[in-house]
């Protein structure tokens, strides 16, 4: 008989999880409202996130509304001259790039269309894990039970504190800028299809167009120590290529980035971290996404051989763990390099340029091209 399984959360992962749950005749409970609030911001979908997708029948929508990035395009931020060009057209999957909100909605419709997938207009206040019962006291008053409940509320919320309680975010140093920005006030060459990753002194910028370039997705990741967090228009002000972007202030949102420690359990009573909540990316590789899009594709597949829910959520831990922290890492030490400052930054500029496109090449073989 199929169990009724309760997803906290409607991240990707919780919309995913549920889609993957109900098309194996699954009945889902998902607490959290049909609607949310207006998402900003793009996000890359790399070969494995399409790969994933494509598990839950959405890989040709995810098509239809992205944009498909022809090359990685590294530049000096400093000079805004090209240190290397890494071409992705040759890949027979191809690299995306789309609005967040965009995505969203394709997950959502999915959701909204199968009779199986309830949701629960509802907030969980409390958790509580007594006798080998997890139960889960939501801001209506309402206590709900199951055997099954997948934490898919994010690296912030209440599934993550109640697996890990003593799990510590530390400030990273660093702090990021996001903005969208319409592509006919910015110079032409940003809504071309490439992602551009500018890197500078303890400094970078990406961008990339969304919704077929009418956008563009900017992300402005800097050290704290070496920059002020209360002016993008001071950092950007004499730029020869980017002040335009300075000038609208209005367009970007500051955020403070913690760091995560890796979690080495992802369960605790009924409760199964999926996602961010399982494993928060840092953002340099752009996977954090894509990470909880292999989570879900990892319990479809184990679906589709006939798992049952426990050995699926047991063998999704088993084989996602370490492939997620792995990603985790990489990830990180991306980000120190994309960071450095000083003599360091002007080596790491000068290795790029001389043999950039051979290393970055094969990094992106192994991580973002890899299905």
Not at 230 to 256: A, C, M, Q, R, Y
Not at 311 to 326: C, G, Q
């Amino acid at each position: 008989m199929n169990e009724e399984i309760i997803v906290i959360g409607n991240s990707f992962s919780g919309l995913g999880t549920a889609i993957a749950f109900a098309k194996y005749g699954h009945k889902i409970k998902i607490i959290a409202p049909k609607k949310k609030a207006q998402i900003i911001g793009g996000l890359q979908i790399a070969p494995n996130g399409l790969s994933a997708l494509s598990r839950l029948d959405l890989d040709n929508e995810v098509l239809r509304q992205a944009d498909k990035l022809l090359a990685v395009d590294i530049k000096s931020f400093e000079l805004g001259s090209s240190l290397t060009n890494i071409s992705l057209s040759k890949d027979s999957s191809p690299y995306l790039s789309m609005s967040r909100q965009d995505l969203f909605q394709i997950l959502l419709k999915k959701c909204l269309e199968n009779t199986l997938i309830e949701f629960i207009d509802s907030k969980v206040i409390a958790i509580s894990d007594q006798l080998n019962n997890t139960s889960l006291i939501l801001d209506n008053a309402d206590i709900l039970t199951a055997s099954f409940i997948i934490g898919a509320d994010g690296w912030d919320g209440k599934t993550r504190k109640f697996v890990n309680p003593s799990a510590n975010r530390a400030d990273s140093g660093y702090s990021i800028y996001r903005g969208v920005f319409p592509s006919s006030i910015i110079p032409t060459g940003f809504s071309y299809p490439n992602l551009q990753l500018w890197l500078g002194d303890s400094c970078h910028l990406v961008s990339y167009p969304i919704r077929n370039g009418k956008y563009v997705n900017f992300v402005f990741a800097f050290s704290e120590k070496f920059f002020s967090k209360t002016s993008i228009k001071s950092i950007f002000l004499n730029h020869p290529v980017l002040s335009i972007l300075g000038e609208k202030s209005d367009f970007w949102n500051l955020t403070t980035i913690k760091n995560s420690e890796l979690s080495f359990n992802w369960r605790r009573g009924s409760i199964t971290l999926i996602g961010d909540a399982a494993h928060p990316m840092p953002p340099h590789l752009a996977q954090g996404a894509g990470q909880s899009f292999m989570d879900v594709a990892c319990i479809e597949t184990e679906l589709a051989n006939g798992s049952s829910i426990s050995d699926t959520l047991d063998n999704m831990i088993k084989l996602r763990m370490p492939e997620a922290h792995s990603v985790a890492r990489k990830s990180q030490i991306s980000g120190n390099i994309f960071r450095m400052y000083g003599p360091f930054a002007n080596l790491r500029n000068q290795i790029i340029g001389l043999a950039g496109q051979k290393i970055i090449d094969e990094f992106l073989q192994e991580l973002w091209l890899s299905a």
